[in-house]
């Protein structure tokens, strides 16, 4: 299985931007799609975005469409949220994770993303 590696968090104010990477020990090729989760305090998790291996096609959540970019990079075997606009509200851990035919997998550790008001 995949294994991913999220970097890029940190601590941002309001209305600025950061970019998040997730790398790929292995050539994605084997799953359908590549998705950002993110996890805030109290909160489920929930789907930020993801990529689709095979055409490229991109999903987005209500809450960050039209401010967060994801995009993959197979040379270096990476897939990236470039973030816009944050908002306190998107503070989180984020994740990456495969999506197979019936679950996501391979899970990263996260990376802490921190917004202030």
């Known amino acids: 299985q995949v294994q991913f590696v999220e970097s890029g968090g940190g601590l941002v104010q309001s209305g600025g931007s950061l970019r998040l990477s997730c790398a790929a020990s292995?050539?994605?090729?084997?799953?359908?799609?590549i998705g950002w989760f993110r996890q805030a305090p109290g909160k489920e998790r929930e789907g930020v975005s993801c990529i689709s291996v095979s055409d490229g096609s991109t999903y987005y959540s209500d809450s960050v469409k039209g401010r967060f970019t994801i995009s993959r990079d197979d040379v270096k075997k990476t897939v990236s949220l470039q973030m816009h606009s944050l908002k306190p509200e998107d503070t989180a851990v984020y994740y990456c994770?495969?999506?197979?035919?019936?679950?996501?997998?391979?899970w990263g550790q996260g990376t802490q993303v921190t917004v202030s008001s």
């Open positions: 292995e050539l994605m090729t084997d799953y359908y799609a």
């Open positions: 994770a495969a999506f197979t035919s019936t679950s996501w997998d391979s």
